[in-house]
C-alpha cells in the first residue's frame, strides 16, 4: 500500500464487508506486530494468515458490528463490536502503521460506541495491552475504566526438563486443577504480558 499520509487526509468510514478480508487482516497483523515489537513482545497472530481468519470471521458473523475505515479510497482501519451478550465488547481495533497521527483509532472507537449506544447496551469492555500506553490514554479519554488485569501467556513450544511430555492418562482430581491453576498464575513457560480489562457505561 502507497503511504497517502501527507497526500490525502480525509477519513471515511463505512461498514466493513467480506471484501476488506484481506487488507484488515494484513493491517491487523501489521498493526499488532509493530507495537509489540516496540515493547520487545512476541505478536498477538504469527502470521498473517493467521490474522486474516480471523477477520474473515468477524466480518462475515451476524454477531458482529464492523466499521472499516478508508483514506482515498483505501482502507487504512477497521473495529468491530462483539454484540453476542449483555455487555458489548470492542475490538480488535487496528489503523495500518503507516496513516498514524489521524485520529483514525478515535473515529473508530467513537463509531463503535455509538452503535453500543444505538442498541441500548449498557456497558462495553475491552482488553488492553499494558504496554501500549497511547492507546490506553485513548480509552480513558473516552470514559473506559480499568477493571482488572489479566496475564497472556504464549508457550515456548519446549517442555521443561524435569517434565515428560506424553504418559499415561487418568481422570483429573479436584486437588490437581487446584494446583495447575496456582501454577498457571504464579510461573509461565514462555513469554508472558500484562493486559488490563476495561469497561465503560453508557453516558
Known sequence: MADVQGIQTTVTL??????DTSACGRICYEAFEAIARQHNFAPDFPSVDVATGLITMLLSHPGFFSVVAEVGGQVVGSNFLDERSSIAAVGPITVDPKVQNLRIGRRLMQAVLDRAAERNFPGVRLLQSAYHSRSLALYAMLGFLP?????????????????KCGGPLR???????????????MTALGRRSMRSSWGRRPS
Open 171 to 185: 481422570q483429573t482430581l479436584k486437588p490437581a486443577i487446584a494446583s495447575a491453576r496456582l501454577s498457571t498464575v
Open 14 to 19: 463505512r461498514p466493513g464487508r467480506p471484501t
Open 147 to 163: 477493571r482488572e488485569s489479566i496475564a497472556c501467556m504464549q508457550e515456548s513450544g519446549t517442555c521443561r526438563p524435569a517434565i
